[in-house]
């Protein structure tokens, strides 16, 4: 059944700066929040209570992914990787790599991705009590990058601008799924993926192109929004996108199917998130019930849950 609505948010921590990045964790079922400076990392059950706030010692953070409950790994503004051990307490910092413009996390956790300005990438393991590096060469000059529970999604600069599904946790494989993409996709740098929907974005642009038909087959859209998104999320059929007004929209597949060239897509339902500082970071979690959690300038964090039709 495809969603409906997103009640009002509520806050559940604080850590008095502003969010920058977000990751979470299938199993046990954990929320990650990073603050940019200070480096405040908040770990969070998906209930939603009994969160817990780690000061960093790292000059600025922009990323973060979680390999375990107690372990997660760091990117820095200097664009360093570093991983945080017993991240509920007061954490063992280990840096495991440099020079990376991404940090992609993994819902499973166990490893994550950093995709390097040189054009290379990295698999994070964790081993033990260690989390290791193992560098492997990209196929293709990939723009985005995007884990999903048993997929790679990857946008690549490759034939004017294509979308890549590759098998497993890292894009090594060949790819399962590809999709062409319209020219005018080309300056989108972020994607969020899912096995029937796929959105990428860019920060500051009112254009989304969704990739929809998943998972056997998929075809390209492009979408206008009511105004610029700060970020997007994705699960099953629909997407939510959160704006600097303070709204959070949701999209489900039949307004995504309205879409047309007439004027933006109109949402299914939108919500005002609520709290302090315009919403910077949201991510989707959950299956059957799926919750949203949104970060703030402010360095709140909110959660609600999104409702399904009954």
């Not at 939603?48 to 990117?75: E, H, M, Q, W």
């Not at 790819?175 to 500051?204: I, T």
């Not at 939510?240 to 597949?253: C, H, K």
């Amino acid at each position: 059944m495809p969603f409906k609505s997103i009640p009002s948010p509520k806050k559940v921590l604080s850590l008095d700066a502003e969010i920058r990045g977000a990751a979470f964790l299938a199993n046990p079922g954990l929320v990650a929040m990073i603050s940019h400076e200070p480096v405040r990392l908040a770990a969070i059950p998906t209930s939603g209570s009994n969160g817990k706030i780690t000061n960093v010692s790292i000059s600025g953070a922009d990323a973060v992914a979680l390999l375990s409950r107690d372990v997660a790994v760091v990117r820095a503004s200097d664009d360093s990787v570093w991983a945080l051990l017993d991240i509920t307490h007061t954490p063992k910092m280990d840096q495991v790599g440099r020079d990376v413009r991404a940090l992609a996390m993994r819902p499973g956790g166990e490893t994550a991705l950093t995709i390097g300005w040189d054009g290379h990438a990295s698999e994070l393991r964790l081993a033990r009590h260690e989390v290791s590096e193992r560098p492997f060469q990209l196929r293709g000059s990939v723009r985005a990058v995007d884990i999903g529970e048993t997929e790679t999604y990857v946008v690549v600069d490759d034939a004017g601008g294509q979308l890549r599904i590759h098998p497993g946790a890292t894009p090594e494989p060949g790819a399962s799924l590809r999709c062409n993409l319209p020219s005018e996709a080309a300056s989108l740098d972020r994607v969020r993926g899912g096995p029937r929907l796929v959105a990428m974005y860019k920060k500051g642009s009112p254009t989304v192109c969704l990739a929809t038909g998943g998972p056997t087959r998929l075809n390209a859209k492009l979408v206008q929004l009511d105004s610029a998104p700060n970020d997007v999320a994705v699960l099953d059929t629909s997407m939510v996108a959160i704006f600097g007004d303070g709204r959070a929209a949701l999209y489900d597949s039949e307004a995504i199917a309205a879409a047309s060239d007439a004027g933006p897509i109109t949402p299914k339902h939108t919500v005002n998130t609520g709290g302090r500082g315009e919403p910077l970071v949201v991510m989707l979690t959950g299956k059957g019930g799926a919750t949203m959690w949104v970060g703030t300038g402010a360095g709140e964090v909110l959660t609600a849950p999104v409702l399904r039709k009954s």
